[in-house]
């Protein structure tokens, strides 16, 4: 078995070399520089990249309660894509950890947290608007800093 295993490895590199990796059919490359400076305005017509809009939030803060302390950080990444001007996209990711926490039965602080949320709003008029959203908060999260609540 092991002498197999020799032949076929010799085999392989003594062949190697002769073989060609790759077949070229077009003689000229394309011109990175010219796509990157010039992207097309849309992949199949369903995506603008002009239309995205991708901001992101980082929070840290310390807190005490009777003797203990808390420090809490999070990241908030939100992405919102306009399809048309009545109808819009909003998406939010975050992270949530805590790296000191001394509040006694607050252990559930001490793991990092993932949360997000998704929201679809569609406003045909200034008096009238339709949203449908979901979300997931981590535990212990205020809501009022809940990425999911919109103006």
Request: charged share 10%; proline share 7%.
């Amino acid at each position: 078995m092991r002498r197999l295993t020799i032949i076929l490895i010799s085999f392989f590199l003594l062949t190697s070399g002769t073989l060609f990796a790759q077949y070229r059919s077009q003689e000229t490359l394309p011109d990175i520089k010219k796509a990157i400076a010039s992207p097309t305005s849309s992949i199949l017509g369903l995506f603008n990249p002009e239309k995205l809009h991708m901001s992101h939030s980082l929070s840290m803060s310390y807190f005490t309660l009777g003797g203990h302390g808390v420090m809490l950080n999070s990241y908030v990444n939100t992405i919102d894509y306009q399809f048309n001007p009545a109808l819009s996209f909003r998406l939010n990711l975050g992270l949530m950890n805590s790296p000191y926490n001394s509040l006694p039965n607050a252990s559930v602080l001490n793991n990092t947290q993932f949360f997000g949320s998704g929201e679809l709003k569609y406003q045909p008029s200034d008096k009238l608007q339709f949203r449908l959203g979901v979300g997931m908060a981590p535990n212990f999260y205020p809501y009022y800093l809940n990425p999911g609540t919109t103006k």
